[in-house]
């Protein structure tokens, strides 16, 4: 028997799942033609573990969060701001022209309350992306929505969409917890003891199995308690090699509750399918500091694109997905009736969140929103068996560039090379180069790196060269690095951060100017 709510029983008997505001029943809604589609930033109430909660959301005039479009083309959205406070939403995944990319200070002022914002530009990326703020701390608070550009060429599939947005969640103001952070009040400290020889966190070996990954790169260091008494980027200088003498901290907030499509497991989003169906999971990471292990059960997929660049496919029930990353996963369903979740296990924890995938009459049982067991550390096994459908041509780096990623906890201070963020100190490129960056973790924690208006291929890891992915987002673990490829293809000032939200603020950014750029 299910213990799902009676409100949610109801709903469910009425059929009112096809008014979700995320899931399976989007309305196709293009972002083209004469009239821009209208979306507003606006705050609502959602149901956590039975209390009320006010976030933010970016919805259409019919309530359906963010937008899906069918195939790539003019995008016209007219951005309203009903919020009390200034915004601005940046649409990850895409590449419009930097004034357009929604980054306060590199590409627009933010918009004010009440101020509505047009944005029109040619998109040419298809594939599963998302929105979400660039402002402070707001997308703590659950401001973003899913952002998928469907595929024409995949339209004759006979496959369901199913979209999983991933939160993690706090009754705490996000100003507050970084104030925690930053004094080292109530921080989670998350962490595993690391060997100093190898890496026994077990990591999908691309056949539903674990294998140990083995350590590369650079040895352990110093304590980052060296820094106890110092400030800014002498601090930041000090802790470059990997944190307290072999101490790993997956994660540095603790959190009220995991959600799916805002929902926690005490009260699932129950996807209706049909028995030996085909679907198509399109898994979005938009947690604030939380990676998630996508566990599917008893099910076997495929992943089939990473942050909405076509891969080899790659078959398994397990997957990493880090913060700001998505993945598609295609799957078929047995025949006969049934009940299969499809859970986000919290890295380094035992939490986890998810959705249900069910037909008419499958028996959906209790979920608990804890695992029996704890969620291993990430590490890049899976990063280094992905490659590119579509990798960037063959040619050799022009310009290239080694960012330590630097960091301590004794003070919440984050960077690259030993500093914070500097908007007068970008790395500067020239229009037409190709570009590599090595990205060398000296810190203690993991740090999913993004890099805006480009999509960059995965070229080494630990310095052993290979073709890897496509992607706009690539986790660096403790104490490894990878060096990634893109085209200076797109002109203007782009961002290059940690998506880690906390990390960022502390200043863990930078920037990519292209020479001789003036914004329009």
Known sequence: MTSLSRRRMMQIAAGSLAGSLIGTSFPLTRAAGAEAVRLT?????????????????ILQPNGTAGLLADGAGDFRVALDNALDDPTLVHWHGLTPPSEQD?????????????????????????????????????????????????DTAEAGLDEQDVVILLHDF?????????????TGAGMAMSHAME????????????????????????????????????????????DTAGGM????????????????NDRTLADPEIVRVDPGGRLRLRIINAAAATNFLIDLGALQGELIAVDGDAVAPI?????????????DIRLGL???????????????????????????????????????????LFGLTLERQLAALGPLPARSAERAETLDITGSHMGYRWGFNGKVYDPNDPIRVAEGERVELVLRNMTGMHHPIHLHGHHFQVVAIDGERFSGAVRDTVLVPPSRSVTIAFDADNPGHW??????????VAGMMTSILYEGYRPT
Not at 198 to 211: F, L, P
Not at 245 to 260: I, K, Q, T
Not at 353 to 365: C, F, N, S
Not at 495 to 504: F, P, V
């Open 334 to 376: 047995p025949a006969g009736q049934g009940a299969y979740p499809i859970l986000a296990r919290r890295e380094e924890g035992t939490e986890q969140t998810g959705v249900v995938l069910a037909t008419k009459d499958g028996m959906i049982h209790h979920l608990s929103d804890h695992a029996e067991t704890r969620t291993p």
């Open 170 to 182: 706090s009754f705490r103001s996000p100003e507050e917890i970084y104030d925690e952070l930053r």
């Open 102 to 150: 929604g980054v306060p200070g590199l590409s627009q002022p933010p918009l004010d309350a009440a101020a509505v914002h047009d944005y029109a530009f040619v998109n040419r990326r298809t594939g599963t992306h998302w929105m979400h703020s660039h402002l402070g701390l707001q997308e703590q608070q659950l401001l973003a929505a899913p952002l998928i550009v469907r």
């Open 315 to 327: 078959r398994g029930s397990r997957f990493e997905l880090a913060i700001a990353q998505r993945v």
């Open 245 to 260: 003498a072999g101490m790993v901290h997956a994660n540095d907030v603790e959190y009220d509750a995991y959600l799916a």
């Open 41 to 57: 930033v606006t705050s609502r109430i959602i149901d956590v573990y039975g209390k009320p909660a006010r976030v933010y959301g």
């Open 495 to 504: 961002a290059l951060h940690c998506h880690q939200l906390y990390h960022m």
């Open 195 to 238: 060997p100093a020889d190898d890496d026994t966190a077990q990591m999908h070996d691309g056949h539903g199995e674990t294998m140990p990954e083995t350590m590369g790169g650079m040895d352990h260091g110093e304590s980052m308690d060296m820094d106890r008494d110092m400030s800014g980027d002498a601090a930041l200088q000090m």
